[in-house]
Every structure is written in C-alpha cells, then in structure tokens.
C-alpha cells in the first residue's frame, strides 16, 4: 500500500491494521521506539519531529490519538494541543502527551502535567513511559473516543 501522505513515511509498514496514531518527538531514537512499538500493536503509526511538522500532519490525516513530546523545537507540545483543539477537524482526537521530569524549560514533572492538560492533552507522563503503558494509554483513549464518551482531562501520572 502506498503512502497517503506523499514523502511521509508509514511506519506500521504495507498491512495497515488498526487506528492511526501521530507520534511527535524530537529525538529520533525515543519517536522510532514508541513508532514501533505502536505499530506492532497494530496502529497505523506516522511521525513528526517537531511541532509544526505536528499541527501539518494531524490536519492531513485525521489521526485517532496523538503522542506528543512537550518539548519540541519551535513550537512546544502545549502550542501544537492548543492549536488541534482550536481546529473542529482535530478538536476530537485523543491526545497522550509526555516530557522528561528534566524538561529543559524547567517545568517538568505534575506541574507540567497540569499545564497539559489544561492545553487540551488527555493524559500526561513523565518520560521515560514504558512502551506497553503508552499503548494501554493509547487503546484506553481510542476506545473513549470511539464511543464519544464526554469529558476530557486525565490524572496526571
């Protein structure tokens, strides 16, 4: 199957299966585990390294949920969840947001977390998040929006 976003490329590989997923994180090494640990539990993984590239992506192909980095070049993680809430075409979509406790702009940890999901994020971790947490977190969030359940906000973790 060939990519729906010309020059992206799909991670999950040539039998997409299950819901699409956006993960958004800077460092190569952290975005490629969480993209293959995603798309071996059956998501349609895409990826974007910087918030900008984000805001594109998630217009273009209406991703299920959304993994986001807060800290990212150029435009932060808050920014990029303000901005999808802000627009009706991606205002629904599950969002799982993370950051190092060692965020460089200082804000790390729950106080971050409030922040998130105050900026519209459905749930917040400290990273390092296990790959198996992260998809629970993921499926829970899907499965929440599939059934249109009201409400948003999780716990801070």
């Known amino acids: 199957m060939s990519d729906p ?15 699409l997923v956006l993960v958004v994180e800077e460092e190569d090494e952290v975005r490629e585990l969480y993209a293959a640990q995603l798309a071996a539990a059956g998501f349609i993984v895409f990826e974007a390294s910087d918030g900008s590239t984000a805001v594109e992506k998630a217009l273009q192909l209406g991703p299920h949920a959304i993994v986001l980095d807060l800290v990212l070049p150029a435009i932060d993680g808050l920014k990029v969840a303000r901005r999808l809430r802000a627009d009706e075409r991606t205002q629904a979509v599950a969002i799982v947001a993370f950051a190092a406790l060692n965020a460089p ?34 499926l829970l969030l899907v499965a929440r929006q599939s059934r249109k359940a009201p409400g948003r906000g999780r716990a801070a973790k």
């Open 5 to 19: 976003v010309p020059g992206h490329k799909l991670s999950s590989g040539t039998r997409p299966r299950g819901p």
């Open 105 to 138: 702009k200082g804000a790390g940890g729950p106080a971050l977390g409030t922040l998130a999901i105050a900026a519209g994020c459905d749930s917040f971790f400290s990273r390092p998040v296990a790959p198996a947490t992260l998809i629970r977190e993921v």
